[in-house]
């Protein structure tokens, strides 16, 4: 994305980038704040759950490695990928992991991706049924934004954990859009869940 801060109502000012802003966002990652005292059910609260389902495909493999140049032959060549220990051919991991943000940003449109941890524990193989999974741990109001520590999961078969971690975004707002089920590439488990 390239901006033109000439065109822009302010001119452009370095020093903004000074600004202890990220120093603070990782000192956020401990804060346990509760969210909005609204009990709307479209709005975001800590502990509220939102799901994807994804089924990558040899497709999925081949854009992804186009677009980022990624041609690792354990992608692509099934007989590397059984030498080097796995029963087929491997998804990227990091192409797995791009459940998240699209769980986020699908229902928070505007929302700005601040920092994602990931832990890769079990390979994905085509075919997989993958469940991307996002649960608010922390939120936090700044101005007129939220920052919120997400917990980051993918399961495999419902059970299986294939990536841990955590995500930290800005959000512009704690409502949630709903989202359209009717993708051919994911489904929507609803607008939230709790996790008992």
Same mark, same amino acid.
Request: aromatic share 10%.
């Given at each position: 994305?390239? *901006? ?28 346990? /704040?509760?969210?909005?005292? /609204? ?12 799901? @994807?389902?994804?089924? *990558? ?14 041609? &690792? ?9 059984? &030498? ?16 998240? +943000?699209? %769980?986020?940003?699908?229902?928070? +449109? ?9 832990? *890769?524990?079990? +390979? ?5 049924? %993958? ?6 741990? &922390?939120?936090?109001?700044?101005? @007129? ?14 059970? %299986? ?16 859009? @709903? ?18």
């Amino acid at each position: 994305m390239r *901006f033109d801060f000439k065109t822009m109502a302010k001119p452009f000012d370095a020093t903004v980038m000074r600004r202890p802003f990220w120093n603070s966002v990782s000192s956020l990652m401990y804060c346990s /704040s509760s969210a909005s005292s /609204s009990s709307a059910m479209n709005v975001l609260k800590t502990g509220d759950v939102l799901k @994807q389902a994804r089924i *990558f495909s040899t497709s999925d493999i081949a854009g992804y490695s186009k677009l980022t140049h990624d041609s &690792n032959p354990l992608h692509f060549d099934s007989e590397r990928a059984r &030498n080097a220990g796995f029963a087929d051919i491997p998804v990227p991991g990091m192409l797995v992991a791009t459940l998240f +943000p699209r %769980i986020i940003a699908s229902h928070f +449109p505007g929302a700005i991706y601040v920092k994602q941890t990931l832990d *890769f524990r079990s +390979p994905v193989f085509v075919g997989d049924n %993958i469940i991307g999974q996002v649960q608010a741990s &922390n939120i936090r109001q700044m101005k @007129q934004k939220y920052m919120v520590k997400f917990v980051t999961t993918c399961f495999k078969d419902g059970e %299986i954990i294939v990536i841990g971690g955590e995500a930290m975004a800005m959000l512009p707002t704690l409502a949630m859009k @709903q989202v359209d089920n009717h993708s051919s590439e994911s489904k929507d488990f609803g607008s939230r869940t709790k996790l008992h």
